[in-house]
């Protein structure tokens, strides 16, 4: 049984452009939230999509946009990069058993703004 | 608003030694509370959780960790430390009404001595 999976592993963008990353969650959940890890920090949540709408979303500008597809993958838009941005970007899944709280993280994505 | 203090963003001890990790909290509501841990260039595991009942959880690798109502924190520990045990841990909590986003502290780094 695959875990949460994420794509790609490493990126490297220049100021301005746009980037897209993209998250499977793990078999049996229908949930998946983004969240940012800027070095030595912990990670701050952007937001979180269920059934194909973004549910809520933390401090984090328009420029951060996803989706969320019918198989419960989704993406995650930033536009105007800014070398701000540089960060690790996790995904995380949360089963459709409401019983289980827990969310589960994938490898991430190191994303570099030059 | 929920927030996660994690005193000692560095902790050093020595193989065999207790491992002492600090986390409060800050909640409107009883929270529900997770220790999850990173290693390098990976995403987050998560080591155990406390929703509701026994205040003391059990984990995985040996740890636990005890959630003190009055004290608004849940600390971790771990009887004796392992080498493997060196990695970023990070404790988080999240509102049982919504349990949508997670707030996380900044993290401790352990650093096990041989």
């Known amino acids: 049984d695959a875990g949460v999976t994420q794509s790609p592993t490493h990126l490297i963008k220049t100021r301005g452009q746009q980037v897209t990353l993209r998250c499977s969650p793990k078999?049996?959940?229908?949930?998946v939230s983004w969240y940012q890890q800027a070095l030595g920090q912990g990670p701050q949540f952007i937001f979180q999509y269920y059934e194909e709408e973004e549910r809520q979303r933390g401090n984090f500008p328009d420029r951060f946009s996803g989706h969320q597809f019918p198989n419960y993958s989704s993406e995650l838009n930033v536009n105007a990069l800014l070398l701000g941005d540089s960060a690790l970007y996790l995904c995380?899944?949360?089963?459709?058993?409401?019983?289980?709280?827990?969310?589960?993280f994938g490898p991430g994505t190191r994303l570099t703004v030059t | 608003a929920q927030s996660v203090t994690q005193l000692g963003s560095h902790v050093s001890v020595s193989e065999g030694a207790l491992v002492l990790l600090r986390c409060n909290y800050s909640s409107s509501v009883p929270p529900y509370l997770f220790w999850y841990v990173q290693y390098p260039n990976q995403g987050l595991q998560l080591l155990l959780k406390y929703t509701t009942g026994a205040t003391l959880v059990k984990g995985i690798n040996g740890f636990e960790a005890e959630f003190k109502k009055s004290e608004t924190s849940f600390h971790l520990t771990k009887p004796s430390a392992h080498m493997s045990d060196a990695a970023e841990y990070f404790c988080a909590v999240s509102d049982p009404n919504t349990g949508n986003q997670f707030y996380f502290g900044t993290g401790t780094s352990l650093t096990v001595i041989p």
């Open positions: 995380a899944s949360s089963p459709i058993d409401r019983n289980e709280v827990e969310q589960y």
């Open positions: 078999s049996g959940h229908d949930t």
